[in-house]
């Protein structure tokens, strides 16, 4: 059975939130704030972190006001007009609609989080000895991030289809 278009694209949409909150239950449930776990020594760490801003905590110190317009109207405005894309452009190649819908799904599963509980909960973390250390993130994260490489590829790497008129 082949699923439709959108049905693909919603299915891949859903799937990387329900991972997302999945995760993030799991994780709310059993580890404690402030708490570290090494999962390899000092190179990869699992924490609880309840992140108020976005992007490394960004804008955690903005008044009410801009934090309800920059990290919850807008991005909602935004990645609606996403989803609306994705389901209505149907010139996009396979590659592009795969990261498009996980950039969706990690935007939505993330602005869920600061509806249901006013932060975001973030919990993983990489430090390869100092040389390169990333910020503390979430499955959400690693969905947009994964979507960012992907449109980059195809922007750069993929053939592109030209039509002769």
Do not use: W
């Amino acid at each position: 059975m082949k699923l439709s278009r959108t049905a693909s694209i919603l299915l891949l949409i859903i799937l990387n939130i329900a991972i997302d909150q999945i995760s993030k239950v799991i994780v709310r449930a059993t580890i404690s704030p402030g708490e570290r776990i090494k999962v390899i020594d000092d190179i990869f760490l699992m924490m609880n972190v309840e992140n108020e801003g976005a992007f490394l905590g960004m804008g955690s110190d903005m008044n009410a006001t801009l934090k309800l317009i920059f990290l919850l109207v807008l991005p909602v405005l935004v990645l609606g007009y996403l989803v609306y894309y994705i389901n209505t452009n149907k010139s996009l190649d396979k590659l592009s609609l795969i990261a498009l819908s996980c950039i969706a799904g990690g935007g939505i599963a993330n602005v869920f989080d600061r509806i249901a509980f006013g932060s975001v909960t973030d919990f993983f973390y990489l430090d390869f000895g100092g040389m390169f250390h990333t910020g503390i993130f979430n499955v959400a994260d690693m969905s947009v991030t994964f979507g960012m490489i992907v449109l980059l590829y195809t922007s750069f790497f993929a053939k592109k289809k030209t039509v002769n008129a």
